[in-house]
Antibody, heavy 119, light 110 residues
Framework: EVQLVESGGGLIQPGGSLRLSCAAS????????MSWVRQAPGKGLEWVSV???????YYADSVKGRFTISRDNSKNTLYLQMNSLRAEDTAVYYC?????????????WGQGTMVTVSS | QSALTQPASVSGSPGQSITISCTGT?????????VSWYQQHPGKAPKLMIY???NRPSGVSNRFSGSKSGNTASLTISGLQAEDEADYYC??????????FGTGTKVTVL
């Protein structure tokens, strides 16, 4: 079965760091482009970052310089390292798989992991 | 990057057709045929409904269709059904090699 399972969310103080993981099964992470998308409570979707199969990475301005997307091919897992966390980073974080035949369209999503930044 | 503009809510009766607009700029929606649409039910992950403006993934009902004119993309749901009640988001590739989502539209089936 093709699926994504996120983990690593939790309660963290402002200024702290957290690493989210997204374990993939049924397909190879490194062969697809993958993204992180977040959704603050009661709000809309916000794109966070993408990593392409060739390794190129891009970030939303709101997280650039603080977040880093990466993958471990041996573990078939996507990561999001989040540093200097702020209250406005509080959200459910989803990882998603890109469709090979499309540009920046995501067909498989994880269940999401909640990140709460609060003192 | 500012969010794409969608109407906050759209409603229709069962069997009717509704259209959701998604307005951007020449740097995103108008500049590329890379607009996608997602359906999200409460507490659930988004589901891809349309990609590259008008393509439907396998398994998505043909009641859903997409189009684009200039800086505005549209999602049309025909033969509206109770199960279509959800939030809908558009997204577009941008000239900065990033992605931007729309503000979201709540669809209500009357």
């Amino acid at each position: 079965e093709v699926q994504l399972v996120e983990s690593g969310g939790g309660l963290i103080q402002p200024g702290g760091s957290l690493r989210l993981s997204c374990a993939a099964s049924g397909f190879t992470v490194s062969s697809n482009y993958m993204s992180w998308v977040r959704q603050a409570p009661g709000k809309g979707l916000e794109w966070v970052s993408v990593i392409y199969s060739g390794g190129s990475t891009y970030y939303a301005d709101s997280v650039k310089g603080r977040f880093t997307i990466s993958r471990d091919n041996s573990k078939n897992t996507l990561y999001l390292q989040m540093n200097s966390l702020r209250a406005e980073d509080t959200a459910v974080y989803y990882c998603a798989r890109g469709i090979a035949a499309a540009h920046d369209a995501f067909d498989i999503w994880g269940q999401g992991t909640m990140v709460t930044v609060s003192s | 990057q500012s969010a794409l503009t969608q109407p906050a809510s759209v409603s229709g009766s069962p069997g009717q057709s509704i259209t959701i607009s998604c307005t951007g700029t020449s740097s995103d929606v108008g500049g590329y045929n890379y607009v996608s649409w997602y359906q999200q039910h409460p507490g659930k992950a988004p589901k891809l409904m349309i990609y590259d403006v008008s393509n439907r993934p396998s398994g998505v009902s043909n009641r859903f269709s997409g189009s684009k004119s200039g800086n505005t993309a549209s999602l049309t749901i025909s033969g509206l059904q109770a199960e279509d009640e959800a939030d809908y988001y558009c997204s577009s590739y941008t000239s900065s090699s990033t992605l931007v989502f729309g503000t979201g539209t709540k669809v209500t089936v009357l």
